[in-house]
């Protein structure tokens, strides 16, 4: 099946900095999706792109729908402790479920 | 909001046991999908429904089977439990096969 790239697997930065991630697919995709999850509970959408080139902003939180389709990255601006999680891009084609990258683990030293 | 429930945080079960699952969704959503989450692994379809009594298998069905008798709920059933088994299993729903909304999760521990 489709597979997700998504990199980096983990980060440790100082808060106050920026973070920059990223999934690729070898596929293209009709959709993409990031999520964060915290610790002990269930992913939460965060932004959602629809079309290729789509740049979107929700706060300190932005992601673009790569010109190609099979891209997207996630930069969050200014981290604070609470951006503290895991995050998950997630990507959809046709009428297929969502397929899920493996997750980049961030954590933030005050 | 939507609001997507799970029935249990945290489960401890016996190997050989067993286990349902269940899920409950507030917001009509025809599909609803069960995932299993493990460290390195992300979080990968067991099985998905898009209608009452309608299944599909995901990726890694072994194991698990699936009801879905009513549109808003749905249930996840490992008929004999086993260790590897062991995970954070999350159910999701939504209206098209798109963004999809979580549950908070359940933590099965198998021993």
């Known amino acids: 099946g489709q597979q997700l790239n998504q990199s980096p697997q983990s980060m440790f930065i100082q808060e106050g900095e920026d973070v920059s991630m990223n999934c690729t697919s070898s596929?293209?995709?009709?959709?993409w999706l990031w999520y964060k999850q915290d610790p002990g509970e269930g992913p939460v959408l965060l932004i959602a792109l629809y079309k290729a080139g789509e740049l979107t902003s929700n706060g300190r939180l932005t992601a673009q729908f790569g010109i190609t389709r099979k891209d997207s990255f996630l930069n969050i601006s200014a981290s604070i402790p609470s951006d503290v999680g895991i995050y998950f891009c997630a990507g959809q084609w046709g009428n297929t479920p969502l397929v899920f990258g493996k997750g980049t683990r961030l954590s933030v030293i005050a | 909001d939507v609001k997507v429930t799970q029935s249990s945080r945290y489960l401890v079960k016996r190997t050989g046991e067993k286990v349902f699952l269940e899920c409950v969704q507030d917001m009509d959503h025809e599909n609803m999908f069960w995932y299993r989450q493990d460290p390195g692994l992300g979080l990968r379809l067991i099985y998905f429904s898009y209608d009452v009594k309608m299944k599909e298998k995901g990726d890694i069905p072994e194991g698990y089977s699936v009801s879905r008798e009513k549109k808003e709920r749905f249930s996840l059933i490992l008929e004999s439990a086993s260790t590897n088994q062991t995970s954070m299993y999350l159910c999701?729903?939504?209206?098209?096969?798109?963004?999809?909304?979580f549950g908070q999760g359940t933590r099965l521990t198998v021993v």
């Open positions: 596929s293209i995709f009709n959709t």
């Open positions: 999701a729903s939504s209206r098209g096969m798109g963004e999809a909304f």
